[in-house]
């Protein structure tokens, strides 16, 4: 089955700083990458997401890229603000299944 | 509009005693998924439903564990003779046919 490695796992920054979290899966199959953002006590929530059919995507501070040939994805979040802290899952899906979850990136956002 | 919806938020039961966990996913979504989040971890998937019929159930981890869903709608997840190792967030998701997945908020399960 699917296997999706995420790196870090922790990563603190300092607000106005960049920030980037990496994934790498194992499928050559998948073809459907979300990031999801999860806050204390809450369920985790789609903040972006890329199709195998697309190199890179940005919603305004976001953006997703992807390498199909090295099978790697990574969030990229610019001009970063203390709302920012949360934790960070990637995952990856063939279409309609299941999503595969890397474990997780713990981002922490200094004033 | 109306997201995913969980039910209890939080749940405590004794070791041995069964437990259900609802789920009211967003009117229209035909596909609704059981995760668990155990405490630091990433999120295991459980089941996977497309309307009432279960496709998928390779991450149940034991038999005391088991899902329906009725209308195409609602779900529960049953958990029989609870062990402590059962502690854990349990999400739900559901999603139409354009990928994405949404979450609902969780019930935290705590098995004394």
């Known amino acids: ?111 | 509009g109306a997201g995913v919806s969980q039910s209890p938020s939080n749940k405590v039961t004794e070791k041995g005693k069964d437990v259900e966990l609802r789920c009211d996913p967003i009117s229209g979504h035909t596909a609704l998924y059981w995760y668990r989040q155990s405490l630091g971890q990433g999120l295991e998937f459980l089941i996977y439903f497309q309307g009432n019929s279960a496709p998928d159930k390779s991450g149940l981890p034991s038999d005391r564990f088991s899902a329906e869903r009725t209308g195409g709608s609602v779900s529960t997840l049953t958990i029989q003779r609870t062990q402590q190792e059962d502690s854990a967030v349990y999400l739900c998701a559901s999603s139409s046919l354009a990928f994405v997945q949404y979450f609902g908020p969780g019930t935290r399960l705590t098995v004394t």
């Open chain 1, 1 to 111: 089955g699917e296997n999706v490695e995420q790196h870090p796992s922790t990563l603190s920054v300092q607000e106005g700083d960049s920030a980037v979290i990496k994934c790498t899966y194992s499928d050559s199959a998948s073809n459907y990458f979300p990031w999801y953002k999860q806050e204390l006590g809450k369920g985790p929530q789609l903040i972006i997401d890329i199709r195998s059919n697309v190199g890179e995507k940005k919603d305004q501070r976001i953006a997703v890229t992807l390498n199909k040939t090295a099978k790697h994805f990574s969030l990229h979040i610019t001009e970063t603000q203390p709302e920012d802290s949360a934790v960070y899952f990637c995952a990856a899906s063939k279409g309609y299944s299941t999503l595969t979850f890397g474990k997780g990136t713990m981002l922490l956002v200094s004033p």
